[in-house]
């Protein structure tokens, strides 16, 4: 405390006084007056010499006159600035009188009730000081460093303090600012229940610590934590804290952190208004964490709306200046500062063509097993994580774009993919769209074919389209079969497929369009041989496609014919095989001559067939020649072109067994095998019955 003059009655000169307080560990505390000197501090430390208390009620004080040191001595109690016993003396040389003993006691009081109103005061600027700094900085670290500041102003008692918050991603208490403390102290990172702090933020309710009672608290210290805090206070100027408090900075039902202060000079005892200071200014710590969450969170909203106005900026003029997918592409990589690519399911390309991501990822089936999904997916291919984000048509998937995984995708990154993922899609449906015309245009010319009405004008159109009308050509019929598929993902099947019969017919003189679920192909060829190489291309094309997750394929071809008037007949050749397969359910591509005799019953009802397999067999299924095997050995004996050594042996039989069961069967259709037209009819009927 700042020392007072106290004037006595003579004019001429000033006494020397000193005044002590007793204070909560009942030591007195010198408080005022010169620096005692050795021999003072001897005999003012003698209890003897120090009135006797009994005195003080009747007189307010008791005092005495010490002749060692020519001092008057007095003894007295307060109210202000706490209930606390109070010694003082001066240096008077002689005994003081009632007059000037009262006057002293007085002077003394009002020293006291002095100091009581200029700690107030302080303890006010420093509140204040606190509620401005709320409104005047922004910076969170600064703020919480001066509201410690204003805390240790307003609680004179205390001498060094700092403040810790709870991180959720650590799960610790970590110093964010310190009053008074070795740099140490920001590697003091305490759990739960761990030390005072852990204990006070854990518990929720702040409280004051005596030196037992700290000792106690930071015994659970990690070895660590403990030379961190012993090292943040050896530096400073005591290191024997004599009191603590701790008070927790929350926000409603919010934890945030705590607020802890020491004392290490012998002062003055702690209150409970101690406390409640350091809880008000731990809530304008509160205050001030929220306001900068608050601020930050503007702040960052704010940044993230015009990085994100910029990025739908950068896009927009993209699509303006008609940008190719390429360009797309590298845009969204240069945006993002991730290795990028964009892969198209429809054509099994990437763009760029040519890039050490597309490369490791070229071999591989990316997108099996997720044609479906419209979701992101963060998966590892070849020892390479990538991100998919899927670029979307009307609820179907028609690409990807594939980041490298360097480091975890940001909010603004995600928007970047989307706003480009939206452009892709647009520019492939405008693609799609004049690909449709283009299709529209090929099924109008197929049509004109198929009518052959103006000879020359046909002539001259098929070469516009690619092909040569001087030389032979077949039609080719693929269609999309399986389950019932949604238009949109059924358009996309069709774009992939076409895209794979692109690659592997190359610069091949064909025309080729969808319409519907069928892909049409007109392809020139001089000779049957080459007709066979291109029927080759076609098959292997077929095998790429097989894929669990799309339509199974179905595929019909024509014979060859010279001149375009012939289209229409290989073209109804093509879709009489195309039929045939689908009579079966049989996957894969197949020749009209391949059908062999089959072609006979294109036209047949299924119903008939069925009619006549079961009029043919009805009598061998009965319950007494199904016991013998009739039909099966019926079967045999036919697959085994009447062999009887090879059917016995098929059979497991002896050959006077087959014999036998030979006569039942006879006997059962009252027929005679030997007859060739009998002959034929069991074996176009068991040929029958294995095709349908």
């Not at 240069?334 to 099994?348: A, E, G, H, Y």
């Not at 391949?594 to 043919?616: A, K, P, Y």
């Not at 009598?619 to 009447?642: F, G, M």
């Amino acid at each position: 405390m700042e020392q007072k003059e106290v004037i006595m009655c003579k004019p001429d000169w000033t006494y020397t006084y000193h005044i002590w307080i007793l204070d909560s560990t009942e030591d007195w505390v010198h408080i005022c007056g010169e620096p005692l000197t050795n021999r003072d501090k001897i005999i003012f430390s003698h209890e003897d010499n120090w009135p006797n208390l009994t005195c003080i009620e009747s007189n307010h004080y008791a005092t005495c006159y010490n002749p060692d040191n020519g001092s008057q001595l007095f003894l007295f109690k307060t109210e202000v600035p706490e209930s606390t016993s109070v010694r003082a003396c001066i240096c008077s040389g002689r005994t003081l009188s009632k007059l000037e003993c009262d006057h002293f006691v007085l002077q003394v009081r009002y020293l006291l009730l002095q100091q009581t109103l200029k700690r107030h005061w302080q303890e006010n600027d420093a509140w204040l000081e606190g509620l401005h700094s709320l409104t005047s900085i922004l910076e969170l670290d600064e703020l919480l460093h001066n509201i410690m500041h204003n805390a240790l102003i307003a609680i004179p008692a205390v001498d060094r303090g700092f403040l810790m918050l709870y991180d959720p991603e650590i799960q610790r208490l970590v110093p964010k600012a310190s009053i008074g403390m070795g740099p140490s102290i920001y590697d003091f990172k305490t759990e739960l229940g761990e030390g005072i702090g852990g204990e006070v933020y854990r518990d929720g309710v702040g409280h004051t610590y005596n030196m037992e009672q700290g000792f106690a608290a930071i015994s659970n210290i990690k070895p660590d934590n403990m030379k961190n805090l012993m090292a943040a206070m050896e530096n400073t100027e005591g290191n024997t804290v004599l009191f603590s408090m701790a008070v927790p900075v929350s926000m409603k039902k919010e934890k945030l952190g705590v607020m802890i202060v020491h004392q290490i000079n012998k002062n003055r005892k702690l209150t409970n208004d101690d406390l409640r200071w350091l809880q008000g200014f731990a809530d304008q710590a509160a205050i001030a964490i929220t306001n900068a969450r608050l601020f930050s969170n503007l702040r960052e909203t704010n940044e993230y709306l015009v990085k994100r106005n910029h990025i739908h900026e950068v896009f927009t003029k993209l699509s303006l200046k008609d940008s190719d997918l390429i360009m797309v592409a590298k845009t969204v990589e240069q945006m993002i500062n991730l290795p990028v690519s964009l892969f198209d399911m429809t054509k099994n390309e990437w763009y760029p063509h040519y890039t050490p991501l597309s490369r490791r990822l070229k071999d591989t089936d990316l997108i099996k097993g997720w044609e479906n999904r419209v979701n992101t997916l963060t998966v590892t291919i070849n020892e390479t994580s990538v991100h998919l984000y899927p670029i979307v048509n009307d609820g179907v998937p028609i690409g990807y774009f594939v980041v490298e995984l360097r480091r975890s995708l940001r909010p603004l990154d995600t928007v970047v993919l989307e706003q480009g993922s939206a452009l892709v899609a647009l520019k492939m449906v405008n693609t799609y769209s004049m690909t449709d015309m283009y299709y529209k245009q090929c099924y109008e010319f197929f049509n004109e074919l198929l009518q052959y009405r103006e000879p020359n004008l046909l002539a001259s159109k098929s070469r516009d389209f690619g092909l040569s009308p001087d030389k032979p050509l077949f039609v080719t019929v693929i269609q999309l079969s399986g389950k019932a598929q949604v238009v949109k993902k059924r358009e996309t099947h069709q774009r992939m497929l076409i895209s794979t019969l692109h690659k592997e017919l190359g610069s091949l003189e064909y025309l080729l369009f969808g319409f519907h679920d069928k892909v049409t192909i007109i392809m020139n060829a001089t000779t049957e041989s080459q007709q066979d190489s291109l029927i080759q291309k076609l098959n292997k094309a077929v095998k790429l496609w097989t894929n669990k997750d799309t339509p199974l394929l179905m595929g019909g071809i024509g014979r060859l014919y010279p001149g375009l008037e012939h289209v229409v007949r290989s073209s109804k050749e093509a879709n009489k095989s195309l039929a045939y397969l689908l009579s079966r359910g049989t996957p894969g591509i197949i020749s009209y001559e391949s059908i062999g005799i089959n072609r006979l019953f294109l036209n047949q009802q299924t119903e008939d067939i069925e009619q006549f397999i079961q009029e043919v067999f009805a009598p061998l299924q009965s319950p007494k020649a199904k016991a013998s095997d009739l039909e099966l050995t019926l079967r045999t004996y036919i697959a085994a072109n009447r062999s009887i050594s090879d059917t016995a042996e098929r059979l497991h039989i002896h050959q006077n067994t087959l014999y036998h069961r030979i006569r039942k069967i006879e006997e059962a259709l009252a027929v005679d095998l030997n007859d060739s037209n009998v002959w034929l009819k069991l074996l176009l009927a068991c040929h029958l019955s294995e095709t349908y």
